[in-house]
């Protein structure tokens, strides 16, 4: 199987995430396994290239055969395991595991590279996230003569599973009642071949098999060249996969259970950018495709807004008295846009919460609140864990997400599927604009439900928006003068208020992610109470004021920094800066989201002044979850 690997395609997404109540940060990495007629290696490289997206930074994969376990491993991207397999091809074997890794435990190296083996090499382990008790468990082996290769927690449970009894199901059972924080697990052992025991405690993984074959992977995009439905593990399960079934069983007594299949409803091919070159580039010029799909069969031309699709009623909705949204990163973001709306709209009581803060700071909810886990994923860790903490409130929940199959949507009683496609940039563009979109129509399902009405000049901006948007992405060009002091600039300072003020985030954490320049956003009105203590003329002060309500306060607050010699940069709303960017349209909701391009526009322009890696900045991943 040729491995063409376009140099655009190291985006760095995160391996997923993280334990229910520690405090530490792990990505999910990617997990491939398989039991079959194919040849092994080839289905296990096929799937690891399908998640190279999570991020990582070393590969590898452990073949089992009667003979014993063919392992090979390598730091770096994948294109370097597969020319070493091209070059030493493996012998012929039809069960392995695979796996990318993100380093926790340990540097990057060959040695911390997965799968790990036991002192007999007869056991091979992959494994995501973090085993908290690692350090101890660590002194127990080594007390009792096993030989560690690697500085890895992973590695430890390969000898955990040499030392249980019974066979590998029970094994795993056992070591994973040991292990403790947040992690999915995949084993064989060459005494019991044609078999892989699977756990999951907080990192997905999907199940899917055929008449004589089964796979496992850490993500359903992993297995969509080969199959249509899958299952998914359930926290605290865990899975005893053969040629043709799995046998499901919960993790505590080994109690079976029974799983629902779910459509595999990703494409198998592997991610483009095209003529984009950049992953981030291709998903910037997608958006107005991409609200457009949100709003399909949601917003009529007359300006009726119908969930039904999401289970959301019109009598659901007359229900809600407060929304609480929970969210992180981007999706905050769009949270706090929308709590604007909720209350100008809607005139509903709204808050948007930091999903991590969330389990520390409230301890009740009204019945009558209604929850939204904004999440692109859908495997947000702490938005997860948000989530379950307002269940068990009594809260109702509705997953925002763009993973219909994904576990927040499965735990969730309503979904709202944002519909965005596939975004492989690390950093959000059409998922964080999508996200906007589907709010701004939540926003008006709860105003008409309480007799407010729609507002319909609002909702006729947001349906000409993406033809709006095509236009401006055709002729907009950024000012080189604003690229090159950006770049060159020790920081940036972006303001806004209002809706502009998370508007304003976005952008800053945009231009942080791609380029590593260093930028903040404030409230405006906050200026003077610190920030302008950073401002002189070499830092860019870009006010974003797409809502023209607040023009002539933001218009203030640019003057004060301008005052200092900042360069001053309006966006939206004419503020008398040293340079303007007009945008097309007026209406504060349709606007928002124009806004939002050219400030995407500007992050991966000063990134690639910078020479920064765009598609995979550093340090981050695309489902970084943090407890």
């Known amino acids: 199987m040729p491995y063409s690997h376009p140099s655009t395609f190291m985006a760095v997404f995160p391996c997923e995430a993280v334990h229910a109540r520690g405090r530490g940060v792990f990505f999910v990495c990617g997990i491939m396994g398989y039991v079959g007629p194919r040849p092994a290696v080839e289905v296990l490289i096929g799937g690891l290239r399908r998640l190279e997206y999570r991020g990582y930074d070393s590969a590898g994969i452990a073949l089992g ?207 483009d950018a095209g003529r984009h070159k950049l992953f981030f580039r291709k998903e910037l010029f997608e958006q107005p495709a991409a609200w457009r799909s949100v709003m399909q069969g949601r917003l009529d031309e007359a300006g009726s807004v119908d969930l039904s699709d999401t ?157 709006i948007a095509e236009d401006f992405l055709e002729e907009f060009r950024l000012p080189n003068d604003l690229v090159e002091r950006c770049a060159q600039a020790p920081g940036v300072i972006f303001l806004g208020r209002g809706q502009d003020l998370s508007l304003a985030r976005e952008g800053s954490l945009k231009l942080k992610e791609l380029s590593y320049v260093w930028s903040e956003a404030f409230a405006a009105g906050e200026l003077k109470h610190g920030p302008l203590a950073l401002v002189d003329a070499t830092v860019p002060v870009i006010v974003c004021a797409t809502d023209s309500r607040h023009a002539v306060k933001l218009r203030n607050s640019l003057a004060e920094a301008t005052a200092r010699g900042a360069y001053g940069v309006s966006i939206g709303a004419d503020l008398n800066a040293t340079m303007h960017i007009a945008l097309p349209i007026h209406d504060a909701t349709a606007a928002y989201l124009i806004g939002t391009l050219p400030l995407q526009l500007l992050a991966v322009a000063v990134a690639e002044t910078r020479g920064c890696t765009i598609d995979q900045p550093r340090n981050l991943a695309k489902s970084v979850t943090v407890e």
């Not at 926290?235 to 080994?254: K, Q, S, T, Y």
């Not at 886990?373 to 938005?383: L, P, Y």
């Not at 997860?384 to 199959?405: E, K, Q």
């Open 65 to 271: 055969m009667a003979q014993g376990i063919h392992l090979v491993k390598r730091a770096g991207p994948l294109r370097v395991l597969w020319e070493e397999l091209e070059q030493n091809p493996p012998p012929p074997a039809g069960m392995g595991i695979g796996h990318t890794r993100w380093a926790t435990h340990g540097g990057v190296s060959d040695e911390n590279a997965h799968p790990h083996l036991d002192c007999h090499e007869r056991i091979a382990v992959v494994h995501n996230g973090i085993i908290e008790n690692a350090a101890a468990l660590r002194i127990e082996l080594e007390s009792r003569g096993h030989r560690l290769r690697s500085e890895t927690d992973s590695e430890l449970v390969a000898h955990l599973l040499e030392e249980a009894p019974g066979d590998l199901l029970h094994r795993l059972q056992a070591v994973a009642n040991r292990c403790e924080g947040a992690y999915a697990l995949l084993a064989f052992d060459l005494a019991d071949p044609n078999r892989l025991c699977a756990v999951r405690r907080t990192s997905p993984i999907a199940i899917g098999f055929t008449e004589n074959e089964v796979f496992v992977a850490s993500g359903a995009i992993a297995l969509a060249p080969w199959l249509k439905r899958c299952i998914y593990l359930d926290d605290g399960e865990m899975a005893d996969l053969r040629p043709g079934h799995a046998d499901i069983f919960r993790l505590h007594d080994l109690a079976p259970v029974q799983k629902a299949f779910h459509e595999v409803s990703v494409s198998g091919d592997l991610p």
């Open 311 to 467: 289970g959301l009623t019109h009598e659901t909705l007359s229900a809600v008295q407060r929304v609480l949204f929970l969210a992180m990163g981007s999706s905050l973001h769009a949270s706090q846009m929308a709590v604007e709306r909720l209350q100008q709209f809607a005139q509903l009581p709204a808050e948007a919460h930091l999903s991590s803060e969330f389990r520390d700071t409230r301890t009740f909810l009204e019945p009558s609140t209604l929850v939204v886990a904004v999440s692109q994923s859908g495997e947000t860790i702490d938005t997860l864990a948000a989530l379950r903490h307002a269940r068990a409130l009594g809260a109702t929940v509705v997953g925002l997400v763009n993973a219909p199959g994904s576990t927040i949507a499965r735990e969730s009683d309503y979904v709202f599927d944002l519909r965005a496609g596939a975004e492989i940039s690390v950093a959000s563009t059409k998922a964080f604009t999508t996200q906007a979109v589907a709010l701004d129509l939540l926003a008006s399902a709860l105003a008409a439900a309480h007799g407010r009405g729609p507002n319909i000049e609002s909702l006729s901006a947001l349906r000409a928006a993406p033809t």
